[in-house]
């Protein structure tokens, strides 16, 4: 889904400190840009475009914790496993919690249901 600027709403998980699993630090409200060939998996700045496939990369153990985000510029599907990408740059908006991503998920679900059958 994207929003009113033409960016993607997507959801990304960190450690603790806000590292990713490659350690990169991540900043609320800062936006990451990287110039390079993005290749999902690979390259780039990581996030799913649906909330609980950031599960399978961040397990919530040890203080993970998980956001939503803006991915734009140059995106880079990935597999076909879920929906994991990687864009050249990424803004993560708010944290969310593990709550907040069952949530988004939720909504993310109800959303595609037809509104005749939604009860």
Same mark, same amino acid.
């Given at each position: 889904?994207?929003?009113?600027?033409?960016? $993607?709403?997507? #959801?990304?998980?960190? &450690?603790?400190?806000?590292?990713?699993?490659?350690?990169?630090?991540? +900043? /609320?409200?800062?936006?990451?840009?990287?110039?390079?060939?993005?290749?999902?998996?690979?390259?780039?700045?990581?996030?799913?475009?649906?909330?609980?496939?950031? $599960?399978?990369? #961040?397990?919530?153990? &040890?203080?993970?914790?998980?956001?939503?985000?803006?991915?734009?510029? +140059? /995106?880079?599907?990935?597999?076909?496993?879920?929906?994991?990408?990687?864009?050249?740059?990424?803004?993560?908006?708010?944290?969310?919690?593990?709550?907040?991503?069952?949530?988004?998920?939720?909504?993310?679900?109800?959303?595609?249901?037809?509104?005749?059958?939604?009860?």
């Amino acid at each position: 889904m994207s929003n009113e600027n033409g960016k $993607l709403i997507t #959801y990304k998980g960190t &450690d603790k400190d806000m590292q990713g699993l490659g350690g990169y630090q991540y +900043e /609320i409200g800062k936006t990451e840009t990287d110039d390079g060939a993005i290749r999902c998996g690979r390259k780039g700045f990581h996030s799913c475009k649906v909330p609980l496939d950031v $599960l399978r990369y #961040y397990h919530p153990v &040890d203080g993970k914790r998980y956001f939503v985000c803006e991915a734009g510029g +140059e /995106i880079d599907e990935g597999d076909g496993i879920d929906s994991k990408l990687a864009s050249s740059e990424l803004t993560i908006i708010k944290e969310i919690g593990l709550k907040g991503l069952i949530n988004a998920q939720k909504d993310h679900v109800m959303g595609k249901v037809p509104l005749d059958q939604q009860h």
